[in-house]
């Protein structure tokens, strides 16, 4: 609903790692799209590691606040998570939909 806020979560799999302190180096940006328009998009920030048990699948997501800007409709999320170490990044989409 409109001014609800939207969580999501999401496995980041095989990261590289640092040959030294044998953890990964990730960053992440979340953007919103209705259709070809970007409605928002966030900085990158650094996925945090400490508490994670597997560092091949590490576990992370977000909660956005669906504010005024977000009318009624149908929307994609879009997830950019960069690998600093391995030199690459993963893309994935999810489609939602606002209501009042």
Same mark, same amino acid.
């Given at each position: 609903h409109q001014g609800t806020s939207l969580v999501f979560g999401y496995t980041i799999y095989n990261a590289a790692l640092n040959?030294?302190?044998?953890?990964?180096?990730? !960053?992440?940006?979340?953007? =919103?799209?209705? &259709? +070809?328009?970007?409605?928002?998009?966030?900085?990158?920030? @650094?996925?945090?590691?400490?508490?994670? !048990?597997?560092?091949?699948? =590490?576990?992370? &997501? +977000?909660?956005?606040?669906?504010?005024?800007?977000?009318? @009624?409709g149908e929307y994609v999320l879009q997830i950019v998570v960069d690998d600093q170490i391995g030199k690459r990044s993963a893309t994935q989409w999810a489609q939602f939909e606002v209501v009042r």
């Open positions: 040959k030294t302190t044998r953890v990964p180096k990730l !960053t992440t940006q979340t953007l =919103i799209f209705r &259709g +070809a328009e970007k409605i928002y998009s966030s900085e990158a920030v @650094p996925v945090e590691t400490a508490d994670q !048990t597997d560092l091949q699948r =590490i576990a992370t &997501g +977000a909660r956005l606040q669906l504010g005024p800007v977000l009318t @009624p």
